[in-house]
């Protein structure tokens, strides 16, 4: 697939609400400061980070969406949390509607030289914790920056589901066909009271 994950699935669903599996990356300097990226599109400041494309992992994306919008590479990654809530659904000003399954990760500045890539980003800059105040920032952006600044356990919302919830795949089938898509799920993996997995060997 030539063409960018997001520009090919809009081709062909055209502006309504679909999940995107993106990216969020609370990168962080030697002083603990957090870099922040001057969108374009919303006008206000961010995290880097972008759509999960074609056979490439949450990881692989994350490093890719940073080092193409910020001229940037960080170290090891550390998952700060899983956010899907609608609470965190976006309208671009284009109009796409979007239910975000954004994988927020963090870790520290390791090379590259900061050069904003003036399509996505006009402007970046690292920032105290305590300046962020000041500045106009997403509530899910500030969700994913409180959230990573705290330092514990991945993060998750209580669970919710709406009164008519969609099936997501069956919807995108009517649109994309049979074409590779990239879908989201959940898995749960249930402990017994002495630590073993339902249907585990004893031995």
Not at 26 to 43: N, W
Not at 114 to 129: G, I, N, S
Not at 150 to 166: D, E, I, N, T
Request: negative net charge; aromatic residues 8%; charged residues 25%.
């Amino acid at each position: 697939m030539s063409e960018s994950y997001i520009a090919w699935v809009r081709e062909r669903v055209g502006r309504r609400k679909i999940f995107l599996v993106t990216s969020s990356i609370i990168l962080r300097d030697s002083d603990g400061r957090i870099l922040l990226q001057h969108r374009t599109d919303f006008d206000v400041w961010g995290l880097p980070g972008g759509v999960l494309e074609i056979d490439e992992d949450i990881q692989a994306c994350a490093r890719r969406e940073l080092w193409e919008e910020t001229g940037l590479e960080m170290g090891e990654l550390r998952l700060v949390g899983i956010y899907t809530h609608p609470q965190f659904d976006v309208t671009y000003p284009n109009g796409d509607e979007v239910q975000q399954y954004t994988i927020c990760l963090t870790g520290l500045v390791s090379g590259g030289e900061m050069l904003p890539d003036m399509v996505e980003t006009k402007a970046q800059d690292f920032f105290a914790p305590e300046d962020l105040a000041g500045l106009t920032v997403p509530h899910w952006y500030r969700a994913m920056i409180r959230d990573g600044l705290a330092g514990g356990p991945p993060a998750f919302l209580p669970p919710y589901v709406s009164a008519r919830p969609s099936d997501q795949i069956q919807l995108m089938r009517q649109f994309v066909g049979h074409g590779r898509m990239i879908a989201v799920g959940a898995m749960a993996a249930v402990q017994r009271d002495d630590g073993r997995f339902p249907g585990a060997p004893l031995g």
